[in-house]
């Protein structure tokens, strides 16, 4: 039923940009945050970012200052900018969404991933 869908995932050499897109679909709960998380070969998948419905963000230290997230709620989009790109931003990138439920109870779900390549 739920189902989170990502897409710009592709080839970038490094100090270059692209842009992550995941849409959220078939589910009529809030949705409480959004995220992006990352999985390279042979190591745990870590949190690159998040963004409430509030708007709140926040980004592994890595990161900060090179990528931007960004949530459309009347879309169920949720966007991940990278910029100044570096080879160690290679991985499998995740689409992350948490669903309110109940007032007490949260539902979360995964995209498939997206292969995000940083050549050197």
């Known amino acids: 039923q739920v189902q989170l869908v990502e897409s710009g995932g592709g080839l970038v050499q490094a100090g270059g940009s692209l842009r992550l897109s995941c849409t959220v679909s078939?589910?009529?709960?809030?949705?409480?945050?959004m995220g992006w998380y990352r999985q390279a070969p042979g190591k745990k998948r870590e949190l690159v970012a998040t963004?409430?419905?509030?708007?709140?963000?926040d980004y592994t230290d890595s990161v900060k200052g090179r990528f931007t997230i960004s949530r459309d709620n009347a879309k169920n989009t949720v966007d991940l900018l990278m910029s100044s790109l570096k080879p160690e931003d290679t991985s499998v990138y995740y689409c992350?969404?948490?669903?309110?439920?109940?007032?007490?109870?949260?539902?979360?779900?995964w995209g498939q991933g997206t292969q995000v390549t940083v050549s050197s």
């Open positions: 963004i409430s419905s509030a708007g709140t963000t």
């Open positions: 078939g589910s009529s709960f809030s949705i409480k945050t």
């Open positions: 992350n969404a948490i669903f309110r439920v109940t007032t007490s109870r949260n539902v979360e779900y």
